[in-house]
């Protein structure tokens, strides 16, 4: 039974081979003017100016408010990745 375990644990060892991970870059995601956009549009949430687009009704959460803000980046032509897909 020692070496049934012995061999079980060698064999698990030697399949355990390291995948090759990305290196992580130093490029940024987010251009600094984006986030300045998210910043503007973060500052008029909290003052209760922030209005959603088609409705016009006012804005209270904050992730509502960053995706409003990179929006208006993309729009712009800023570096911001696309938007994640709808599945």
């Known amino acids: 039974m020692a070496t049934k375990k012995a061999a079980k644990k060698s064999a698990k060892r030697g399949s355990s081979k390291k995948t090759a991970s990305k290196k992580s870059s130093s490029t940024r995601k987010y251009s600094p003017s984006a ?17 959603s687009g ?16 990179l929006s208006e980046a993309r729009k712009e032509g800023k570096k911001v990745p696309p938007p994640p897909k709808k599945g």
Request: net charge positive; aromatic share 0%; proline share 3%.
């Open 35 to 51: 986030g300045k956009d998210v910043e503007r549009e973060m500052k008029a949430m909290k003052q209760g100016k922030l209005k």
């Open 54 to 69: 088609r409705s016009g009704k006012t804005v209270t959460n904050p992730k509502q408010a960053i995706a409003i803000g």
